[in-house]
Each structure stands twice: as C-alpha cells, then as structure tokens.
C-alpha cells in the first residue's frame, strides 16, 4: 500500500508554451517504490498549467499554479510558476551576465 510520494522537482518553473515532465516515485512504508502504483495528476489552475497522465506539466500562461499527484490514499503537491517567455529571457541575461554583481 503507498506510503507517501516524492516528487522531482519539488518545484516546477516552466515558460509560457513549454513543457517540463514531473517525476511521481509511490513508496511503500519502508521507503521502498512500489513499481506499479497507478499515479493520477491534477492542476489547481488548468489555465495557467495543465498536467496530462504522465506528469507533463505545461505552462499556459503567466502566473501560479499547484500540482498534486495522487496514489491511493497519499498524495504530494508541487508549487508550479509559468514564466512568460520574455520574462526568462530577461532572467537568463540577467544570470549569465552576473547580475548579482552589478552596480550603479
């Protein structure tokens, strides 16, 4: 019988059009996966993210969203953020220039 769930990654960042895959491993109560376990997603906001069967997240539009997996009576949450594609690029500029450092 599960136990409990992990997720990977416990934190899902997606841009707006694209996908990212969320991993469920269903573990029995001594930490051990239970192969077979049948795993159901679902997304608390399907306008900003959807989740299919397989754990395909993908992002809609900007803004919030939690995923849940769910198998038998356990069930784990994720935080789901949908970026806008400008957004990402502008955090990837900012990162791959060093913005930490800075200054005026």
Do not use: C, F
């Amino acid at each position: 019988m599960p136990a409990r769930i992990t997720l990977d990654p416990e934190t899902v960042a997606v841009v707006a059009g694209d996908t990212i895959r969320v991993r469920a491993r269903v573990l029995n109560d001594r930490a051990q996966p239970i192969s077979d376990a049948v795993v159901t997603w679902a997304s608390s906001d399907p306008a900003t993210a959807t989740v299919d069967a397989t754990g395909l997240v993908t992002g809609l539009k900007e803004g919030n969203a939690s995923l849940t997996a769910t198998s038998g009576p356990v069930s784990n949450s994720a935080p789901v953020a949908v970026h806008s594609l400008d957004r990402a690029t502008l955090m990837a500029l900012y990162t791959g220039t060093r913005g930490l450092e800075w200054d005026e």
